[in-house]
Structures are given as C-alpha cells and as structure tokens.
Antibody
Framework: EVQLVESGGGLVQPGASLKLSCVAS????????MSWVRQTPGKTMEWIGD????????NYAPSLKNRFTISRDNAKSTLYLQMSNVRSEDTATYYC??????WGQGVMVTVSS | DVVMTQTPLSLPISLGDQASFSCRSS???????????LAWYLQKSGLSPQILIY???NRFSGVPDRFSGSGSGTDFTLKISRVEPEDLGVYYC?????????FGAGTKLELK
C-alpha cells in the first residue's frame, strides 16, 4: 500500500523558517518525480513545485521560488520542503504528491504572531 | 500562468443522475510531445484529494468506469454516469503541461 506521511507543520511566527518532511513507502520513491501542493483555508489549491526522481532538477511556482526549497533523500525515501521568511498567506495545509497520483494526508502550517 | 476555469462552482444532484463538470484552460494544454496533461481529482470531505483521471481520459487503477474524461486543447469534461453517495465532494482539474502547474477552483458535487 502506498503511503505518504507529512510532518513538521504547526504554528510559526511570521519571518520564521520551517522544514516539512514527507516519508514515502509502498512504491519505489527514487523512480518518481515528487511535488508539494498546498491548500489554503479557503480550499484554493496551489502547486508549489516539484523535484526530479534523482534530485537533479526542481521547478517552482515563481511567487514562491525565492523562499521555498524542495529537496529529497532517496536513501530515506523522504521529500522535504524548506520554507523561509514565512508569511500569513503561507497558512495552509501542505501535501506531498507522488508522480501526480499519490497524495499524503497533509500537514497544517499556521503562520501567526 | 495558465488559468483553469471550472464550472459550475456547485452542482446539486440526485443520486443516480448523470453529473458533468467543465474545466477550461486559458491556453492549449497540448504539450510539444503530443500529450495533454490534464488530470481530475476528487477531494471528499476531510480527506486528501484522490486521483480519478490522468491525461484527459485515462482512469486511474480502481476508479469505477462510471467516471469518464474527455476533451482536447482548452476544453475538458469529466462525467459521472450515475452518481453514487461516495462520489460527493469537490472535483479539481489540474494542468501539468505548462509551468507553473495550476488547479481549477473546484466544483462541489452535493445532494439536491
């Protein structure tokens, strides 16, 4: 059974940094592009970016490129999202997405002072 | 960015009826490799989205055949032949032809 389990969310202050993780199981992680997607409290879905199966290439939404970094560790079957200088508008549920098909359960990030 | 417009925002339906969802893109989703990267997802209340259809019309493994996708270029449709209770939720389309990839706002399928 495919599982993607995100962690690392919570309440953070504006301007802080946060790193989300997504541990994958049930499929060959190193064979697939992986993505991060977020859903705002108003239910808008926003694609954040993705990373090639070997970690050699990344794409980002232009509005987030300067503050968010996606990486992966294939030995640990883990995907990461490093968020820096967070803002209130980053408040959302963050999902990892495998091969455009498999979704994690999501992790909430709330940015507030 | 490619704008994905889904209509209607809400679709009240009776069980057993046919449901039809529209998704239109602001530019063609035909990739230079000949594929069109348009997918449909269903998000049930309180759960993560789940894949239904990829590349316009391909049902993912385990998706019932009452779901069908069609379209080309900028105009795409998802149909449910006979709505069942487990089909209720919000349907999103996603284009992953042009960077940055973009979602529609969703169509909520609910009981009349």
């Amino acid at each position: 059974e495919v599982q993607l389990v995100e962690s690392g969310g919570g309440l953070v202050q504006p301007g802080a940094s946060l790193k989300l993780s997504c541990v994958a199981s049930g499929f060959t992680f190193s064979d697939y592009w992986m993505s991060w997607v977020r859903q705002t409290p108003g239910k808008t879905m926003e694609w954040i970016g993705d990373i090639k199966y070997d970690g050699s290439y990344t794409n980002y939404a232009p509005s987030l490129k300067n503050r968010f970094t996606i990486s992966r560790d294939n030995a640990k079957s883990t995907l990461y999202l490093q968020m820096s200088n967070v803002r209130s508008e980053d408040t959302a549920t963050y999902y990892c997405l495998g091969a455009g098909v498999y979704w994690g359960q999501g992790v909430m990030v709330t940015v507030s002072s | 960015d490619v704008v994905m417009t889904q209509t209607p925002l809400s679709l009240p339906i009776s069980l057993g009826d046919q449901a039809s969802f529209s998704c239109r893109s602001s530019q063609s989703l035909l990739h230079s490799n000949g594929n069109t990267y348009l997918a449909w997802y269903l998000q049930k209340s309180g759960l993560s989205p789940q894949i239904l259809i990829y590349r316009i019309s391909n049902r993912f493994s385990g998706v019932p055949d009452r779901f069908s996708g069609s379209g080309s270029g900028t105009d795409f449709t998802l149909k449910i032949s006979r709505v069942e209770p487990e089909d209720l939720g919000v349907y999103y389309c996603l284009q992953h032809t042009h960077l940055p990839y973009t979602f529609g706002a969703g169509t909520k399928l609910e009981l009349k």
